[in-house]
């Protein structure tokens, strides 16, 4: 994954004053979940919620050309974008999912990624106001990435309402049960085993 194009747009709305937080696929691969890979001028049902936002799209300076779609920040829940961003850790030992494997830690440092709890809630609020099915599989899918447990739920979910804990706690208490028939992991149908499970909690953003 080539980062150049994300960084280029994080700079550019820097400097004309605008705040930036990534989610999506990016974000969604920052937490361990597998990659999605989706055709620029596509909408099916797994993209359509990216329909009538304005994107930009990188030409022949990068390839493959990457597109990056422009949502206002309440679409997620994420506002005011400052508290909600991934701090910084240059002087704490962490863990790069292996669904990101080409980006280092100083690639990481200078995105601009979301905390992983405003995430989740954003994302669970954005299924319960607005029947988003992509939202709520989002939510099950970090769950999964990141083997989310109820302890970590309640300590960085607090204050939510009940309706949206309820969401939550279901898709931690249901885990196990998607783990496919065939696989061999053990933990969650992303983490093979214990190993990996520390190794993700060493993910900034997860506390």
Request: overall charge negative; hydrophobic content about 40%; some cysteine.
């Amino acid at each position: 994954m080539n980062s150049t194009s994300i960084r280029a747009a994080v700079l550019i709305l820097k400097h004309h004053g605008v705040s930036m937080c990534i989610t999506g696929e990016l974000a969604l691969n920052y937490y361990n979940v597998p990659r999605v890979c989706h055709l620029d001028d596509d909408f099916n049902n797994y993209t359509e919620y990216k329909r009538g936002f304005p994107r930009v799209r990188t030409t022949r300076w990068t390839y493959p050309p990457q597109s990056i779609v422009i949502f206002p920040a309440p679409f997620f829940s994420l506002d005011p974008i400052e508290t909600v961003l991934v701090p910084p850790s240059a002087d704490r030992k962490v863990h790069i999912s292996k669904e990101i494997p080409d980006l280092s830690q100083e690639d990481i440092a200078n995105l601009p990624l979301p905390r992983l709890a405003p995430l989740l809630k954003g994302l669970a609020r954005r299924f319960l106001d607005t029947g988003d099915d992509v939202a709520m599989i989002a939510v099950e899918q970090l769950v999964d990435g990141m083997n989310l447990d109820e302890a970590w739920a309640e300590k960085h979910l607090e204050g939510s309402d009940a309706t949206l804990m309820t969401l939550v706690m279901n898709q931690i208490r249901s885990k196990k049960s998607r783990i496919d028939y065939f696989s061999e992991n053990k933990i969650t149908c992303f983490i093979s085993d214990e190993e990996e499970a520390e190794n993700v909690r060493l993910i900034p953003g997860l506390e």
